[in-house]
T-cell receptor, first 114, second 115 residues
Framework: KAGVTQTPRYLIKTRGQQVTLSCSPI?????VSWYQQTPGQGLQFLFEYFSETQRNKGNFPGRFSGRQFSNSRSEMNVSTLELGDSALYLCASSLGPMGDTEAFFGQGTRLTVV | AQKITQTQPGMFVQEKEAVTLDCTYDTSDPSYGLFWYKQPSSGEMIFLIYQGSYDQQNATEGRYSLNFQKARKSANLVISASQLGDSAMYFC????????????FGKGTKLTVNP
C-alpha cells in the first residue's frame, strides 16, 4: 500500500513567483491537511480538505490557497512568494473527520525562496 | 485553545537503554486524540503511536509506548531499547474530535542515541 506522496521534494523559487505543491493521500483516505514547518514557528496548520471541501483554515494570508480533487489528491498554491515562505511543507492523509483516525504524513516539499 | 508542551529541547540516551520524552497538553474538549511522530533529518514525519482520550489502556506499538495520564494531561512517549536509528526529532501532537483533522504540535524534542 503506497504512502502519502508529495511532489516535488525540493523547489527553489524567486521572490514574487508562485508555486504549486501536490499531495496524493493514501488510497482510500479522503482527508488531506497541509502544514508549514519553519525553524522559528515550528509546525503550523495551513488548511484541511475533505471531499473536495475546505473544512478548516489556519492563520495564513490569502496568498496561501489549496484545493482537493475528486480523487482526493490535493494541491496547495502560494502566490507572490516571500522570503519567509521558505519552509518544509507537509501534507497529512487520514480517512476523514470521523474522529478516531490516525494521520500519516508525506516526505514533504522543501521550498526555498531566494 | 489547544496547546502542546514539550519541555525537553534535547535528550541523550545510551543505546539499548529506555528513554521517556515528555508531553503535556491543554484542552477543554473531553474528546481528543494524542499522537507522536518521529522526524529524521530527511524531513518525513513518521507516525509512531496514537492514544484516544477515551482509551482505557495505554497505547503500545513495538518499542514505543504512550504513558497516558489523563488527570495530569500528560502523554509521555517511552522508547524501550533505544537504537542508533532512533536519533531524530520527536513531536507530540493533539487533535480535538470536533470534526476537524487539524493537529496542534509541540515544539519537539531532539533525541540523540549514543553508541
Amino acid at each position: 500500500k503506497a504512502g502519502v506522496t508529495q511532489t516535488p521534494r525540493y523547489l527553489i523559487k524567486t521572490r514574487g513567483q508562485q508555486v504549486t505543491l501536490s499531495c496524493s493521500p493514501i488510497s482510500g483516505h479522503r482527508s488531506v491537511s497541509w502544514y508549514q514547518q519553519t525553524p522559528g514557528q515550528g509546525l503550523q496548520f495551513l488548511f484541511e480538505y475533505f471531499s473536495e471541501t475546505q473544512r478548516n483554515k489556519g492563520n495564513f494570508p490569502g496568498r496561501f490557497s489549496g484545493r482537493q480533487f475528486s480523487n482526493s489528491r490535493s494541491e496547495m498554491n502560494v502566490s507572490t512568494l516571500e522570503l519567509g515562505d521558505s519552509a518544509l511543507y507537509l501534507c497529512a492523509s487520514s480517512l476523514g473527520p470521523m474522529g478516531d483516525t490516525e494521520a500519516f504524513f508525506g516526505q514533504g516539499t522543501r521550498l526555498t525562496v531566494v | 485553545a489547544q496547546k502542546i508542551t514539550q519541555t525537553q529541547p534535547g535528550m541523550f540516551v545510551q543505546e539499548k537503554e529506555a528513554v521517556t520524552l515528555d508531553c503535556t497538553y491543554d484542552t477543554s474538549d473531553p474528546s481528543y486524540g494524542l499522537f507522536w511522530y518521529k522526524q529524521p533529518s530527511s524531513g518525513e514525519m513518521i507516525f509512531l503511536i496514537y492514544q484516544g482520550s477515551y482509551d482505557q489502556q495505554n497505547a503500545t506499538e513495538g518499542r514505543y509506548s504512550l504513558n497516558f495520564q489523563k488527570a495530569r494531561k500528560s502523554a509521555n512517549l517511552v522508547i524501550s531499547a533505544s537504537q542508533l536509528g532512533d536519533s531524530a526529532m520527536y513531536f507530540c501532537a493533539m487533535r480535538e474530535m470536533g470534526g476537524s483533522e487539524k493537529l496542534v504540535f509541540g515544539k519537539g524534542t531532539k533525541l540523540t542515541v549514543n553508541p
